[in-house]
């Protein structure tokens, strides 16, 4: 699956791109407000965002 | 392949199935739900890359699929040792593994009768924790008093004290990636600036580093007295010789490939290919 849709910032409107080989849950962020969000793949294959989720203490190696 | 979250590496082990004809199944563990008395080989595959950021999301999810007899890489015993700081260092000591030298605490007060013995500076880290986060530098007992009063107020679990000597290195550490029973590549983590701690994900810049017959030895005792799988072992370079100070569960080496040219993700899907016949 290779596709680049342009989707659109919650907080500016700027544009967020879906990269190529897309998967769920991969981060992605703004390219004029730099806010990251998680990709969300819908049952139909559409593409939305869900805001990314904040580093957790037990993130990590 | 489990996940949480899509990290550089989670993208790069993907499409070196890709590459590789392997068709991996991605599973975001945080869209499922798990009924504990069912058998989930059907949706998981008998084997399994457990690759989540979250630790205890990581761990959990090996526990229950080990018991249903899944093959989880990591597994969850050694899932379990490399994601606390105090059980590896225990596992590495027990393995006759060089280790800086390393006292365990539970009140602030038996912590600075501990720092009384192992000498200012040293280091107090998180039991469970990753990236260098809320690594702290104790320079003397001022500060140690502050650090405490802090960590009083937090979650039991940083109300342990696992404190460690401030080993005379060099300003970098040496990270190894063990994949199986092969050292497949090591870097120098590099400080980048004034901050003592030399974690890529702080800054730290990679190097190649040459992997000796001593650091290769060293590196497989290490993954080995942790358990069988792919291990990143953290080394520093002490007068005295080489110490491991940590060894972890669920590698990143976003900065490691284009250091050393290593395709560790390639690599990975092999270990996995082969550990699956």
């Given at each position: 699956m290779t596709r680049n849709e342009t989707l659109k910032c919650q907080d500016c409107e700027g544009p967020v791109v879906v990269p190529?080989?897309?998967?769920?849950g991969e981060i992605v962020s703004c390219g004029d407000c730099g806010a990251s969000y998680e990709l969300v793949v819908g049952e139909n294959g559409t593409f939305s965002l869900n805001p990314a989720e904040v580093e957790g203490e037990d993130w990590g190696e | 392949m489990l996940y949480d979250l899509v990290r550089w590496e989670e993208k790069a082990i993907y499409q070196a199935a890709k590459r590789k004809g392997v068709d991996l199944k991605l599973i975001n563990c945080r869209r499922l739900h798990f009924?504990?008395?069912?058998?989930h080989l059907e949706e998981i595959g008998d084997i399994t890359l457990q690759r989540c950021v979250s630790y205890f999301r990581g761990l959990h999810l090996a526990g229950l699929l080990e018991s249903k007899g899944i093959d989880v890489v990591n597994d969850f015993h050694s899932t379990l040792i490399a994601g606390n700081k105090l059980f590896t260092t225990l596992a590495l000591i027990k393995a006759q593994l060089p280790v800086p030298r390393t006292m365990l605490s539970f009140t602030p007060e038996a912590s600075l009768d501990a720092l009384d013995e192992l000498g200012y500076p040293a280091v107090l880290k998180p039991t469970v924790g990753s990236w260098?986060?809320?690594?702290?530098?104790?320079?003397d007992r001022d500060s140690a008093v502050s650090v405490f009063e802090h960590r009083e107020q937090?979650?039991?679990?940083?109300?342990?004290y696992y404190l460690q000597e401030k080993v005379n290195r060099p300003p970098r550490d040496i990270r190894s990636f063990v994949i199986g029973d092969r050292v497949v590549a090591a870097i120098y983590r590099i400080?980048?600036?004034?901050?003592f701690r030399t974690n890529t994900a702080r800054g730290g810049k990679a190097e190649n580093c040459t992997i000796d017959k001593e650091l290769e030895d060293i590196s497989l005792k290490a993954a080995r007295a942790i358990g069988d799988g792919i291990y990143g072992v953290d080394i520093m370079e002490s007068p005295e010789g080489l110490v491991v100070h940590e060894v972890n569960n669920t590698i990143e080496f976003k900065n490691t490939v284009p250091a050393t040219g290593v395709d560790i993700q390639g690599l990975i899907i092999e270990h996995l290919l082969q550990r699956s016949k």
């Open positions: 190529n080989d897309p998967m769920e | 009924d504990l008395s069912k058998d260098g986060r809320l690594v702290s530098l104790l320079n937090m979650f039991p679990l940083y109300r342990v400080s980048q600036s004034s901050d």
